[in-house]
């Protein structure tokens, strides 16, 4: 397996043009993802069987009373830590921060309990660090990593590192949580730079992160109902990804098995759209999908991916405050 932080030469234009459409994927999967997975949020498999028989629409609703194609916090941070890194060229905490609380003050339909603490902790002290806590391992920095992935794809795994932790440590600061973060970013890069073995290599690496963490074995029980514990999402996420073999598929059985669904159908529409390419994603989806949310989508991933040392040559930039 390549390792993803390996600098490649020159690309062809005809490799950078795919790896953009990849981009593009990731980006309007999350997207699509979260829109659909918003309908049944905290609905369980039986109640959404009941109400929606097989729920695969971007019809909204659900416990927010969203309008259809309405996206909720994981995609508005998404597209919130994307400005950050693009307005400083960089990483800079302070950034990043800043932009999530600007988002916090936007009012959105639906914020997190530990994503509210953190920014609010930033608010108040200027603090861009939480605290460690080893049983805080949710899922909200992982559903807005995105943007580290295509923002730094190309650069050496300390790299990775260093950012995707740094817009995570901002509000999620967990050990359990952290590895999986790394896990679903690496992934991630492997999908955008796709090739004939790039799902192969993927399935590799959620077997790592089984191996490296027990908490994450997705290979016993169907995980249905998940919660925002990111083992549990997690595991939702790869059985789905796993047994299906196309965009529509996966997306559709991970939010049909309810719980965080927006989440789970956030981080399984960016994984799986960096896999397929844009084109896999159904046209009634992306018709569907916010115009507004679209657009900031395809203009983020491009921008994003612009700047990533794989396509510019140039290393990852990190601004100290």
């Given at each position: 397996?390549t390792p993803v932080s390996a600098r490649s030469p020159e690309l062809a234009n005809s490799e950078r043009?795919?790896?953009?459409?990849?981009?593009?994927?990731?980006?309007?999967?999350?997207?699509?993802?979260?829109?659909?997975?918003?309908?049944?949020?905290?609905?369980?498999?039986?109640?959404?069987?009941?109400?929606?028989?097989?729920?695969?629409?971007?019809?909204?609703?659900?416990?927010?009373?969203?309008?259809?194609?309405?996206?909720?916090?994981?995609?508005?941070?998404?597209?919130?830590?994307g400005r950050a890194i693009l307005s400083e060229e960089g990483f800079r905490p302070s950034s990043i921060?800043?932009?999530?609380?600007?988002?916090?003050?936007?009012?959105?339909?639906?914020?997190?309990?530990?994503?509210?603490?953190?920014?609010?902790?930033?608010?108040?002290?200027?603090?861009?660090?939480?605290?460690?806590?080893?049983?805080?391992?949710?899922?909200?920095?992982?559903?807005?990593?995105?943007?580290?992935?295509?923002?730094?794809?190309?650069?050496?795994?300390?790299?990775?590192e260093r950012a995707a932790l740094m817009q995570a440590h901002v509000t999620h600061n967990a050990p359990?949580?952290?590895?999986?973060?790394?896990?679903?970013?690496?992934?991630?890069?492997?999908?955008?730079?796709?090739?004939?073995?790039?799902?192969?290599?993927?399935?590799?690496?959620?077997?790592?992160?089984?191996?490296?963490?027990?908490?994450?074995?997705?290979?016993?029980?169907?995980?249905?109902?998940?919660?925002?514990?990111?083992?549990?999402?997690?595991?939702?996420?790869?059985?789905?990804?796993?047994?299906?073999?196309?965009?529509?598929?996966?997306?559709?059985?991970?939010?049909?098995?309810?719980?965080?669904?927006?989440?789970?159908?956030?981080?399984?529409?960016?994984?799986?759209?960096?896999?397929?390419?844009?084109?896999?994603?159904?046209?009634?989806?992306?018709?569907?999908?916010?115009?507004?949310?679209?657009?900031?989508?395809?203009?983020?991933?491009?921008?994003?991916?612009?700047?990533?040392?794989?396509?510019?040559?140039?290393?990852?930039?990190?601004?100290?405050?």
């Amino acid at each position: 397996m390549t390792p993803v932080s390996a600098r490649s030469p020159e690309l062809a234009n005809s490799e950078r043009v795919a790896i953009m459409d990849r981009a593009q994927g990731a980006y309007l999967g999350l997207a699509v993802g979260d829109a659909l997975g918003s309908t049944v949020e905290f609905m369980t498999p039986g109640e959404i069987r009941e109400a929606h028989g097989m729920h695969k629409d971007l019809i909204g609703g659900g416990w927010l009373r969203l309008r259809p194609g309405r996206v909720t916090d994981d995609t508005e941070m998404s597209l919130a830590l994307g400005r950050a890194i693009l307005s400083e060229e960089g990483f800079r905490p302070s950034s990043i921060a800043e932009q999530f609380d600007a988002w916090l003050k936007s009012k959105p339909v639906d914020v997190g309990h530990t994503v509210r603490r953190g920014i609010m902790r930033f608010r108040t002290h200027g603090t861009t660090l939480s605290p460690m806590d080893p049983y805080d391992a949710g899922n909200g920095a992982v559903m807005r990593v995105l943007p580290v992935a295509l923002a730094t794809l190309g650069a050496s795994m300390d790299e990775i590192e260093r950012a995707a932790l740094m817009q995570a440590h901002v509000t999620h600061n967990a050990p359990l949580a952290d590895v999986g973060m790394l896990a679903v970013v690496e992934m991630t890069q492997r999908a955008l730079r796709g090739g004939g073995d790039a799902y192969r290599d993927m399935v590799v690496l959620a077997h790592r992160l089984r191996d490296q963490a027990p908490e994450y074995d997705f290979t016993k029980r169907p995980q249905n109902n998940p919660g925002g514990f990111l083992p549990e999402t997690l595991r939702a996420v790869m059985q789905a990804f796993l047994r299906t073999d196309n965009f529509e598929s996966a997306l559709v059985d991970v939010v049909n098995r309810g719980g965080d669904a927006d989440t789970t159908g956030a981080i399984l529409g960016f994984m799986a759209g960096a896999l397929h390419g844009a084109a896999a994603i159904p046209a009634r989806w992306t018709r569907d999908l916010d115009p507004s949310v679209r657009k900031h989508c395809e203009m983020q991933a491009r921008a994003l991916l612009e700047m990533c040392p794989l396509l510019s040559g140039r290393p990852v930039r990190f601004i100290l405050d």
